[in-house]
């Protein structure tokens, strides 16, 4: 038996506003949007075979899923132009996917990268700075976007 590959997508949704999507959108707004997209254009067995895990202060998020399917979710991606809010209101974005990857090593140094870039931006890049924000917010944005999509093995 042949053992499932995977990919690994990392992207950025850029929306109208600067800042972050935290407070405007949740994530599960996003997921749902993102949902409906992969259920609409690829049905649900594409729907079905994605994980995904979304930093919103960061705008950064992580979907897995199977080899076959990563031009298709690409693509809806590419296509969402909308993300409704459940509080009724909606937010432009774009759905930027920045790295594509068979295994888990370049996403994570990705994710890591841009965190780190995006916190330095905001804060200053002093060594004492850059030094928590190592132990604690890289590793937690990072983290918890691993956790979330290995979480659910297929």
């Known amino acids: 038996m042949v053992r499932a590959k995977n990919r690994y997508l990392v992207f950025i949704v850029d929306h109208q506003k600067s800042g972050s999507l935290e407070g ?9 949007t993102l949902r409906r997209g992969l259920e609409a254009y690829f049905g649900v067995v594409g729907l079905g075979q994605t994980q995904w895990a979304l930093a919103p202060e960061t705008s950064l998020a992580l979907i897995r899923c199977a080899r076959d399917e990563a031009a298709p ?25 920045v790295l594509s990857s068979g295994t888990l090593k ?18 200053g890049s002093t060594p004492r700075i850059t030094n928590v924000l190592t132990k604690t917010s ?16 297929p």
């Open 73 to 97: 979710v690409h693509a809806a991606l590419t296509l969402t132009s909308k993300v409704s809010s459940a509080n009724g209101g909606s937010v432009l974005v774009r759905m930027r996917v």
């Open 138 to 153: 890289l590793n937690a944005t990072a983290g918890a976007c691993l956790k979330a999509v290995t979480e659910i093995e």
């Open 24 to 32: 405007k959108v949740t994530s599960n707004d996003v997921f749902q």
């Open 106 to 123: 370049a996403p994570m140094q990705e994710l890591y990268k841009r965190t780190k870039a995006y916190y330095s931006s905001r804060m």
